[in-house]
């Protein structure tokens, strides 16, 4: 029998085998949203009375023999960056807290169009801007696995929404790691999709039509086949392209591990991950290497990392200054100007404004990036590395900018660790974060598996398999 923890497609499996009805679990999700998330404050924005009409209609389309889709009746909550006709879409932003969107995103569409029931939607940073999710409009967002840390951010209301049993599905967005670093920190599965392959449209602030530079929409769930047929349903061409263009996905190619060739990279120098962390990517190596894989841990892209970062922070940034006010531009031109010291958010700053003719130069080093990496995975299938340096780490809501983390007792600069997501995100590729287990103090360990562009069901293959031996996704202690 099927319960609040059961993956998105058991829970679709069993609506369409009449075990349970999608009333039923729309109730159950609702009842366990009223129960606890008071606590963790994951659905901001309840859509209760529309969802179960939703899923009486589901059940009914069900009576008459019509069959809805994969996701026939199965309840979901999303992201609350996606437009839902009717609902707000704020982004954390007070100036936008009266912004209630008039057509769903097309990801929205989609689930809707393969039978998914839509009941609230999910909590975010300012401007999806950090690695915590709290503003102040919906408040701050708890882990589950421990209220006085951070879910991650910006999909940490979406993350921590799965982790505790409140909803059937989730989907997500990732500029910074904002899939992946709130997937590793609740221990959940998380899908980075290559660049462009999933439509963000009505994934945007008012007067946003173009597709965001660098940045994706993918899925978030309790399981990795969960994340394959959520894929499946939204990944496509988007909508201007249609009438010329067809995306075809390559299917995975492997049966076993064993038939993987797989890299690592345990830590790097530029930003250094925690013992436990790195120990648990080695670990990962080493089950990988009994169990037949070819494994290296010497492999690398023929890349210059600090050069990556350089090229990254300059899109990132100039990706994140479409949401600044006019005060927070002027700030940005202002240390612009400062001295570099080096540091991460140093060499954030000096990109945050630049010019067209700046952004081309990057986007044509870009490129030659992608072009490296493609190399390097014709001759690996997948590279494991950490998404962030430490395991969930206490809220901090200090000045933005001046922030810290600490790693084995050492200060870094709070994005630092944006290293790991942004090496990947600047080369377009896809990756899966999926659990390892949880750390010595009982809290999530997720990894990144990242492989080729367009190669996403590769990731999301592997991730099944090493959860098949790892254990896949468990449930946090009190939220039974």
Not at 46 to 70: C, W
Not at 325 to 338: C, D, F, I, P, V
Request: hydrophobic fraction near 40%; aromatic fraction near 8%; charge should be negative.
């Amino acid at each position: 029998m099927v319960d609040a923890y059961s993956s998105a497609t058991e829970l679709a499996a069993a609506i369409k085998a009449k075990d349970v009805s999608s009333l039923e679990l729309t109730d159950l999700y609702i009842s366990r949203i009223e129960e606890y998330d008071d606590q963790i404050n994951a659905v901001v924005v309840h859509d209760f009375e529309r969802g179960r009409a939703s899923a009486k209609a589901a059940d009914e389309a069900l009576a008459r023999g019509d069959d809805l889709g994969p996701l026939h009746g199965l309840p979901m909550t999303i992201k609350e960056a996606y437009d839902i006709e009717g609902l707000p879409t704020t982004w954390g932003i007070p100036e936008f807290k009266d912004n209630i969107a008039t057509t769903d995103a097309d990801s929205v569409r989609r689930l809707k169009n393969a039978g998914a029931v839509f009941f609230g939607k999910t909590n975010v940073p300012l401007n999806l801007g950090d690695f915590q999710s709290f503003n102040d409009i919906y408040g701050q967002t708890n882990n589950p696995w421990d209220l006085t840390r951070t879910p991650g951010g910006s999909s940490g209301g979406s993350s921590a929404a799965l982790a505790a049993g409140l909803t059937g599905l989730e989907a997500g967005s990732d500029i910074g790691g904002s899939i992946r670093n709130p997937a590793h920190f609740c221990g959940i599965y998380g899908h980075k999709p290559t660049w462009g392959v999933v439509p963000d449209e009505g994934h945007a602030l008012p007067g946003s039509v173009a597709p965001a530079d660098i940045a994706v929409v993918g899925p978030m769930a309790r399981s990795a086949e969960d994340l394959r047929v959520s894929m499946e349903i939204v990944a496509g061409t988007a909508q201007p392209d249609r009438r010329g263009w067809q995306l075809h996905l390559p299917k995975p190619t492997k049966t076993s591990l064993a038939d993987y060739r797989v890299a690592i990279i345990p830590t790097l120098e530029m930003a250094p991950v925690s013992a436990e962390m790195a120990e648990r990517v080695e670990l990962v190596g080493k089950l990988l290497e009994g169990l037949g894989a070819t494994v290296s841990a010497d492999a690398r892209p023929d890349i210059d990392l600090d050069e990556s970062y350089e090229i990254y922070s300059s899109l990132l940034w100039g990706v994140m200054a479409e949401g600044f006010t006019e005060e927070m531009k002027e700030l940005a031109r202002q240390k612009r100007t400062e001295p570099d010291d080096g540091s991460i958010n140093a060499t954030a700053n000096r990109f945050v404004v630049q010019e067209h003719s700046e952004w081309l130069a990057y986007n044509n080093r870009r490129f030659l990036l992608r072009r490296a990496w493609n190399a390097f995975f014709d001759d690996w299938d997948i590279l494991i590395c950490p998404q962030m340096a430490t395991e969930a780490f206490p809220h901090d809501h200090g000045e933005y900018m001046g922030r810290s983390l600490m790693v084995d007792n050492v200060a870094q600069d709070y994005f630092q660790q944006i290293v790991w997501s942004g090496t990947i995100t600047v080369a377009h590729l896809p990756s899966t974060v999926f659990p390892t287990g949880p750390s010595k103090a009982g809290l999530p360990i997720g990894l990144q598996a990242v492989s080729a562009e367009f190669n996403d069901y590769t990731c999301i293959d592997f991730a099944r398999l090493i959860g098949q031996e790892l254990g896949g996704f468990k449930a946090p202690p009190n939220y039974p």
